[in-house]
């Protein structure tokens, strides 16, 4: 049976909404991310990372395609300095 179009606007409309509230979602989980990480020093940041890559690793749930995916996405963006401590990082984990 076919779709009338306004049955399909409908349907885009509310697919339109979803994907505005998983963005909206995915901000407020960032934000809270900044919140909850903002006040660590370096030190505290890096032991939660390798923390957080440690029970993903235990879990299976460390990706490391995506992880490489996600480098190489910012890698562009970065000056020199900042590509050192990045791959410093990464080669921590």
């Known amino acids: 049976?076919?779709?009338?179009?306004?049955?399909?606007l409908k349907t885009e409309s509310a697919e339109s909404k979803n994907?505005?509230?998983?963005?909206f979602n995915s901000r407020a989980d960032?934000?809270?991310l900044i919140n909850e990480y903002s006040?660590?020093?370096e030190n505290e940041l890096m032991q939660?990372?390798?923390s957080a890559t440690a029970r993903q690793k235990a879990?299976?749930?460390?990706?490391?395609?995506?992880?490489?995916?996600?480098v190489n996405a910012i890698l562009p963006m970065l000056n020199?300095?900042?590509?050192?401590?990045?791959y410093e990082i990464i080669g921590r984990l």
């Open 1 to 8: 049976m076919k779709k009338s179009l306004r049955e399909s």
């Open 19 to 23: 994907a505005n509230r998983d963005e």
């Open 30 to 32: 960032v934000n809270t």
């Open 39 to 41: 006040g660590m020093s």
């Open 48 to 50: 939660e990372l390798i």
């Open 59 to 70: 879990e299976g749930r460390f990706d490391g395609e995506s992880l490489k995916k996600g």
């Open 80 to 86: 020199d300095q900042q590509k050192k401590k990045l």
